[in-house]
Every structure is written in structure tokens, then in C-alpha cells.
């Protein structure tokens, strides 16, 4: 009777909600999240270009974070998604946004809907419709397009399926140590008058909004912007990561579990007596399981999150996040494994104390509005009422010279603006630029004219969106691509003072204006007219010419002064292209693996080797390798490759899995030269590493691996898992 009684009460409550605007709180908020890890083998990571950068293992997963806020249940309402990717891609935007359309109609559009992506550097490629941005994946990845889009649009339905009362408080503060200007020279290029107004060359303000259930007034998720780029992790690593960004909601999230539960320790016998009983525990070999076994042994399971934090990009262009310099040159990972979590480690603390100090609530108009834009050609009438105008995309000598993250190849230097008899010979077998692209691109010289280079299709994007979301006093700015920090500043600036000045009172000094990087789209780095004078790497990178930014202010201005005076877009210009049938996949499948024979996948093949003291200590290693399949045959989406269990009476349970900073799983392919592909056994190893950690608990552990196979290309999958020996940790 009770239960029924209930299940009324909560009809009753959705009806009402759906009637009248929220009672419990000033919106109706809902938050989701969805595993997005691709491929974990043989792909090209994305955000590098670096040919040798090829996908080998997971440090930990990447996710879809989404918050929505409506009015009420039949008012204006907003989505953003933040991803663990390098980037926003066009193509993704274009199938979420028909799979939302397919499922609820009208209510999601390119108007309300923005997919920001957090930059790191570490994730699978191939999810980009243009050419440039597909070179090193070997052209389109199916595989890693479907995770992400499938993410997405999960993430999507779940935070829409948790819609209800609550609020929503913001809060500002600065992190001074977590980002340097990787080209003061090109900043120091900007006025001195303007300059002077900021007391640093890198923003170091992070907002932070913290969402609250009108019910029963618990925390349920915080989304924060900071500026830093995603290359903690070095364009040597191969480990799929979220990189610092990914690394910080990792840690606020296991923090929020932490502090809102307990957890009960076991008493445990002598030292003596867990070595006795560690001693008779011996591997199990690989066994068949199904496709949702591993699901069973995550740590934290999908449907019962009850917290979401993610750490969102901003104006990153110039802002490393490597304050001592760069790492791992030399590829050593455990040097960018602390840097990600140095830098990951301060975002999040810094979040914490924002989260937890937040006392200004959001109140007020949530309103939208986004626009198509050719930016190509755009007409920009600059402040001295001198004409100018938008290029074609092209590519500068010092795009090729790299960034001190990521150094380029061949010779090229940043600040180049000459190219040699050779690479010309070259650039123009590719496409010679036209007359008019050379000179509108000065001083820029053009080493890949992408904007004019159609086949197999377009290299670049011409058509581009931007909008604007307003949620109360806080603005947020959707830009397809990275700002440098003062054209990021100027942004915001142009944009406020456009609201304050035709908002007839709704908008003030107390306005809150964030860009959010990297979103709907992907078109590389916009610099300042005077930063694109020294072409180094942003403005090499700066695609339509010395006026970008210009351009950029100007068009943000009008959607600002239409959404000031609450005025609609008559224009919502040219739709982009949808170039998906057309994409090339130069990348092949597995075709089919097999374990050497008497061998099954999933059995040991090198056991733990325990240390002479019989026992293991916070910060060892603990290291398993397992005869393993390509781990691309299924991605275990919201499951996991790796397990570290822990015996607790007399079941074994996970403690940690491939979504912990501490736990790594390593996929490598056996290596057999010299005999013909069709006589060999196709297989690889996957290693387990667990690095013990501070927090963990005395006890009797060992490790455990999931993975799926495919005895030939056409025959359906099969899973299978295997564990370790036990070893105790003191």
C-alpha cells in the first residue's frame, strides 16, 4: 500500500511539474554522464598529429558529462555537454542532435544544445568529418565517432530523465598555478595600454556553477571553466586518459562519494596470518563471461551516481599547463602521470573550495541563440570604419613547427614566414593557393591552403556556429574553437558591454560572461590581429586570416544585442555539411584472434612477482600480464578491462578499476615477423599495473582482466576473464 501510495504521490508531482514552474528551487535541473571511451588499440589519438601516437591501454575513462536547466517543463531550456575529447566535432553535433530530434521531437536543437570538449590530447581520433583532422587516424574511425556520439546522447537522456526542482549557485576565484603563457612573446605584441589592465598573460579566473536538488537540498553536480590546455599527457603517451581536466572530476567526483558515505573496514588477523591465506589463492584461468559481466565489477556504476562534476575549457590557446615546462620528451610516463595529477589535483581543489563556499544563487531568464556562419567570407567593419574581410582556412609554416607541449617535425620554426623551394614544391602539388589567398592571409604564408582543397572532401571548415546561452546573470559564449587568452578577454568584453548597453536593465557589472571553448564545431586557434603578426603557433593556426577575431566579436555582438533586446534570429544562416557517407576509413578492423595453442584468453601469462617481504606497500607496483584480444572487438563501454578486487570474507569485490588514476591497463599485439599473417595465432597481452595507493586498506587483493574476442572477422563476440594470484597489501 505504501509502495502504491508513492508511486501516486510521484505522478502526482511530474504532472504538477509539468503545469507550473518549479516550486523547490528557481529551475528544473538535471545532470548525466556516460562512459566515451573508444577504441583502446591501434587508433591515432586526437590533438597531437603525431603519426606514432597509436592507442594502447587505458589510465582511466572518458565521459560525457551533461547538465540541463529548464524554466519549467514546457519552457526554455538549455543543454551542455561536457566531453572528455579534444574537441567539439561538427559531424557529432549534426547525428546527436538527429538521434534528440528522433527521441523528443522539437525540444532539442543546435538552438539549445552546445558540446563542448575538454581538449585533452590522449583520446581516440577519427571522429572529425574534415580532412586535416583525419590525416594521422588513417581517415574516419567508426568506432570512436559511435562512442562518443552514443555518449552523448545517453548522457543527454539520462540528465532529461533526472529533470527536477533545484538551484543553481555560481562562484568565481582564481587559480594562479595550474597554466603558463606558452607564447608571452606573441602576447607581448597586444597594446601595452590594454595590457596593463590584467596582471597576468593567462587567465587564472575559474566559474563554477553548483547544482542543488529543490527536494532535498543535496548537492548533486558541479561544471566549472578554467583555461589550460589538455597536454599533460605528452604526444609520446598511448594510454587513453582525460588528461588534467578529466583527471579533476575523476577526483571532485570520488571526493563528493567519499564525504556522503561510509565505508566498513574488515578486522584483519596478523601479517602472518594473510600471507598463510594469500599463499593457497593461485590464478584462475580465463573463463567464458557475457558481455555485461565487467559492468558487475565496476566501482562506480552507472546508475548509481549520484554526483556529476566536470571541468570545462575555456579561452585555452596559449595556456599550457606545464608551469615547469614540458614532461616526458623522452617519453618517461610516470614524470606526465604526476603532472596530469598535479594539475588535475589543483583545478579540483580549487573547485572544492568554490563548491563549497558558493552562496550567490542563479536566478532570472534562461534564453539562447546560435547562428551559421561562412566564415570564409565575412565583411568586418573595424572600429575605424576600415572594411575588411575573413579568409579562405589556410595553415601557416608555424602550425608545422608545434608547440613547446607538442614540438613539430622538419625543421619548421615557430614564427616562420617563409617556406623553403622544397615544401612550396610540395604544398603546391597538394593545391598552390591563389593570389587572393596569399595576400589575405598575410603575414601569414600559406603552407597548407586546407580552405581551398576539396577532395576527397573539404579539408576545413567553412561554415561555422556560434551562440550564446544565458542562464540568470550568467552568460555563456560557444565558440568552435581555441582563443588565445586577450582575444578571449576581448571577447567577453565586447560581448558584456553589447548586453549592458542594449539591455534596457537586465544586464549589469555583475554579469557573468564565460567562453566555452571548443564547442559544436572544431576550427583550430583564433589569435589577435597583433598576435598574428609573429605567426607562431596559434596564429599559424588561426585559420581565416588576420581578421578572425574581428570577425568573431562582430557577429557575437549581434546574437548579444538580439538577445539584449529579446528580438529573434531572422537569419540563421547556411546549414553545414554533413559529409558522413562520404568519409574515407583507411584503418582496418581486427580481422579475427586466437590464443597460442592450450592457451585460452584471459589466462596468465606473467603472474605478480611479489617482493621479498612477502607483502606490498602503499606506492609499489603490482603488475599482472594476461594473454588478452584486441580490445577493440568491444569497447566495455560502462564496464572495464581491469579490476583490482579485494577479498572481504569470503567474496571477492572491486576496489578499483580502469576508471582510477592508480589502476593501468596496457594492451600490446605479439609481435611475429617473417611468417604470413594467415599461420599464425593473432592475440596480444594485456598488462595490469596498481600502483597501491595511499588510501588503501590492508588486506588480501589480487587482479583480475575482462576482454572479448572474435575467432574471425564474421562470427560473433565472445568474453572471457581470468585473475591473478592473491597478494596482500600491509
Known amino acids: 500500500m505504501r509502495r502504491k501510495t508513492e508511486t501516486l504521490l510521484s ?141 552523448i546522447e545517453l548522457s543527454i537522456v539520462q540528465a532529461h530523465d533526472n529533470l527536477k526542482p533545484g538551484s543553481i549557485f555560481i562562484n568565481k576565484g582564481d587559480l594562479e598555478n595550474a ?9 607581448l605584441f597586444n597594446p601595452q595600454e590594454e595590457r596593463s589592465k590584467y596582471n597576468t598573460n593567462i587567465d587564472t579566473l575559474m566559474t563554477l556553477l553548483k547544482f542543488v536538488d529543490g527536494d532535498t537540498g543535496k548537492n548533486i553536480g558541479a561544471f566549472s571553466w578554467f583555461a589550460t590546455h589538455g597536454t599533460s599527457m605528452s604526444r609520446n603517451n598511448k594510454l587513453i586518459s582525460g588528461d588534467n581536466k578529466g583527471a579533476a572530476a575523476r577526483f571532485f567526483e570520488d571526493w563528493f562519494t567519499k564525504n556522503s558515505s561510509t565505508k566498513s573496514t574488515m578486522v584483519l588477523g596478523s601479517n602472518q596470518d594473510l600471507l598463510n591465506r594469500t599463499s593457497k589463492i593461485k590464478p584462475i584461468g580465463g573463463q567464458p563471461c557475457t558481455n555485461t559481466t565487467s559492468q558487475g ?27 615547469v615546462g614540458a614532461f616526458c620528451i623522452d617519453s618517461g610516463l610516470p614524470y606526465e602521470i604526476l603532472s596530469t595529477k598535479i594539475i588535475g589535483e589543483r583545478q579540483f581543489q580549487k573547485a572544492v573550495d568554490l563548491f563549497t563556499s558558493a552562496k550567490q544563487e542563479l536566478t532570472g531568464k534562461i534564453d539562447y541563440r546560435h547562428v551559421y556562419i561562412n566564415f570564409t567570407n565575412i565583411k568586418v567593419q573595424l572600429e575605424d570604419n576600415k572594411a575588411v574581410q575573413t579568409c579562405p ?52 604564408t600559406v603552407l597548407l591552403d586546407s580552405g581551398e582543397m576539396f577532395w576527397p572532401y573539404p579539408w576545413a571548415p567553412a561554415i561555422l556556429p556560434i551562440q550564446i546561452f544565458r542562464l540568470g546573470s550568467l552568460t555563456i559564449l560557444s565558440v568552435p574553437g581555441e582563443f588565445t587568452t586577450m582575444a578571449g578577454r576581448r571577447l567577453r568584453k565586447a560581448v558584456k558591454d553589447t548586453l549592458i548597453r542594449s539591455g534596457n536593465g537586465e544586464f549589469d557589472d555583475q554579469t557573468h560572461v564565460v567562453i566555452a571553448g571548443l564547442t559544436n564545431a572544431y576550427s583550430q586557434y583564433i589569435t589577435t590581429f597583433e598576435e598574428y603578426e609573429q605567426q607562431r603557433y596559434e596564429a599559424a593556426s588561426t585559420l581565416y586570416g588576420p581578421h578572425t577575431l574581428s570577425a568573431y566579436i562582430q557577429e557575437f555582438k549581434k546574437l548579444a544585442e538580439s538577445m539584449a533586446k529579446g528580438e529573434n534570429i531572422t537569419t540563421k544562416g547556411p546549414s553545414p555539411p554533413d559529409l558522413l557517407s562520404i568519409q574515407l576509413s583507411l584503418l582496418p578492423n581486427p580481422t579475427g584472434d586466437s590464443p ?46 581491469a579490476v583490482v578486487e579485494m577479498l572481504q570474507r569470503q567474496s571477492w569485490l572491486p576496489e578499483y578499476d580502469d576508471d582510477d588514476f592508480c589502476l593501468f591497463f596496457k594492451w600490446q599485439a605479439e609481435n611475429i615477423t617473417g611468417i604470413a599473417r594467415d599461420d599464425v595465432n593473432s592475440y596480444g597481452y594485456a598488462t595490469l599495473e596498481w600502483e597501491v595507493p595511499e588510501e588503501a586498506s590492508p588486506g588480501i587483493y589480487r587482479l583480475r582482466h575482462f576482454g572479448s574476442t572474435k575467432e574471425t572477422k564474421e562470427s560473433s563476440n565472445s568474453y572471457y576473464t581470468g585473475a591473478s594470484s592473491a597478494f596482500t597489501v600491509s
Open 11 to 151: 505522478i502526482f508531482l511530474f504532472l504538477l511539474c509539468q503545469i507550473i514552474p518549479s516550486v523547490n528551487g528557481e529551475y528544473l535541473i538535471g545532470l548525466g554522464s556516460y562512459d566515451m571511451t573508444g577504441p583502446a588499440s591501434q587508433v591515432n589519438m586526437m590533438g597531437y598529429g603525431n603519426f606514432d601516437q597509436i592507442t594502447g591501454g587505458i589510465h582511466f575513462r572518458l565521459r560525457a558529462r551533461t547538465f540541463i536547466v529548464a524554466e519549467s517543463f514546457n519552457g526554455p531550456r538549455l543543454v551542455f555537454v561536457n566531453l572528455d575529447a579534444g574537441m567539439a566535432s561538427q559531424l557529432v553535433t549534426i547525428k546527436v542532435l538527429e538521434r534528440l530530434k528522433s527521441r523528443y521531437g522539437s525540444i532539442y536543437s543546435e538552438e539549445n544544445v552546445a558540446i563542448s570538449g575538454t581538449h585533452t590530447h590522449a583520446g581516440p581520433g577519427g571522429y572529425l568529418q574534415y580532412v586535416t583532422y583525419s590525416v594521422t587516424s588513417l581517415g574516419f574511425v567508426p568506432q570512436s565517432f559511435e562512442a562518443i556520439v552514443t555518449a
Open 179 to 187: 597554466g603558463i603563457n606558452r607564447s608571452p612573446s606573441a602576447y
Open 297 to 323: 565489477f565496476k566501482v562506480r556504476k552507472n546508475k548509481e551516481m549520484k554526483f556529476v562534476g566536470a571541468f570545462c575549457q575555456s579561452n585555452v590557446g596559449d595556456v599550457s599547463p606545464n608551469v
Open 393 to 444: 582556412a589556410a595553415l601557416g609554416p608555424g602550425f608545422a613547427a608545434g608547440t613547446t607541449d607538442g614540438p613539430g617535425v622538419f625543421g619548421f620554426q615557430q614564427g616562420d614566414t617563409e617556406i623553403n623551394p622544397f615544401w612550396k614544391k610540395l604544398r603546391d602539388v597538394l593545391r598552390k593557393p591563389s593570389p587572393y589567398q596569399v595576400d589575405c592571409q598575410k603575414p601569414k
Open 596 to 641: 597460442p595453442p592450450g592457451i585460452n584468453f584471459g589466462d596468465i601469462k606473467q603472474d605478480i612477482i611479489v617482493p621479498k617481504s612477502g607483502t606490498f606497500t602503499k606506492g609499489d607496483r603490482v603488475i599482472a600480464i594476461f594473454f588478452s584480444a584486441n580490445p577493440r572487438y568491444d569497447l566495455l563501454t560502462e564496464g572495464t578491462f
